[in-house]
């Protein structure tokens, strides 16, 4: 689940939908299908730093972003592997921890690949942004690992 600018909540579900929701009502402004992948229990949903909306689609192959205003597509990023997680960088850039045990990074501006580092073949599970510059990433192994990413 991620916060629009305007205040609504965007979530995912596991019917692979996305709602929109009125936070004040709690009512679901809009619903969308077909979006996110039903074969992890936990697929992500981000807000981009443009208020764009990003999220793994049904094939698990590549990642969608969405216009917030209108809920069109803007853009496909061709991952290879299904996004486990992402986060916003500093710079807009979006980075994704992937399936396949590799670290992407990307530039939704334009799509992009802007790097692919891998020092294992486990699964990411989880990525954040320390506030120095680096990033730390959890795999499936239980291990912790340090990036220094673009």
Request: net charge negative; aromatic share 12%; charged share 15%.
């Amino acid at each position: 689940m991620s916060v629009l600018a305007n205040g609504d909540l965007v979530s995912l579900s596991c019917d692979s939908t996305i709602n929109v929701w009125d936070v004040e009502s709690g009512t679901i402004k809009m619903t969308m299908f077909g979006f996110a992948s039903t074969r992890y229990t936990k697929a992500p949903i981000n807000v981009l730093k443009n208020n764009d909306i990003v999220v793994s689609c049904k094939t698990g192959k590549s990642l969608v972003i969405l216009d917030s205003t209108n809920y069109a597509y803007k853009s496909v990023l061709n991952s290879g592997s299904f996004a486990t997680c992402f986060k916003n960088l500093p710079n807009g850039h979006l980075v994704a921890g992937q399936y396949d045990g590799f670290i992407r990074v990307w530039n939704p501006a334009n799509g992009e690949l802007v790097g692919d580092y891998t020092d294992n073949y486990n699964i990411f599970w989880t990525v954040e942004y320390l506030g120095n510059g680096n990033y730390a990433s959890g795999t499936d192994q239980g291990e912790i690992m340090l990036w220094s990413l673009p």
